[in-house]
């Protein structure tokens, strides 16, 4: 079972960069490619981004290529994002996702979610 653990959320300003964090068990954690999603009030939740389990590979929904980064560590058994130019429309939960699979993280489905932290932009 891989244990995900999101923090780093909180009320922000629009324009202002925010990193999220999510730690995840240490036992399983490096063999698993990792995702980032984020739900807003009222709507689907939303893939954004995802890594390789080794942490070469990235992939990123387009709306937010340039702005948002996921990057790991897996001797800290942790991965982050980094949310640049924060927007309104940035204001939602967000979740890491864990799956063999970095397809099925893209694709909206894996295996493993954390219960999310909560981003709110102000603007």
């Known amino acids: 079972q891989v244990q995900l653990v999101e923090s780093g959320g909180g009320l922000v300003q629009a324009g202002d960069s925010l990193r999220l964090s999510c730690a995840g068990s240490p036992q399983t954690f490096r063999t698993y490619a990792l995702g980032w999603f984020r739900q807003a009030p009222g709507k689907e939740r939303e893939f954004v981004a995802a890594?390789?389990?080794?942490?070469?590979?990235?992939s990123y929904v387009d709306s937010v290529k340039g702005r948002f980064t996921i990057s790991r560590d897996n001797g800290k058994n942790t991965v982050w994002l980094r949310i640049n130019s924060l927007k309104s429309e940035d204001t939602a939960v967000y979740y890491c996702a864990a799956d063999p699979f970095l397809r099925k993280i893209v694709a909206g489905s894996p295996v493993y979610w954390g219960q999310g932290t909560q981003v709110t932009v102000s603007s």
């Open positions: 890594i390789r389990r080794d942490g070469n590979s990235t």
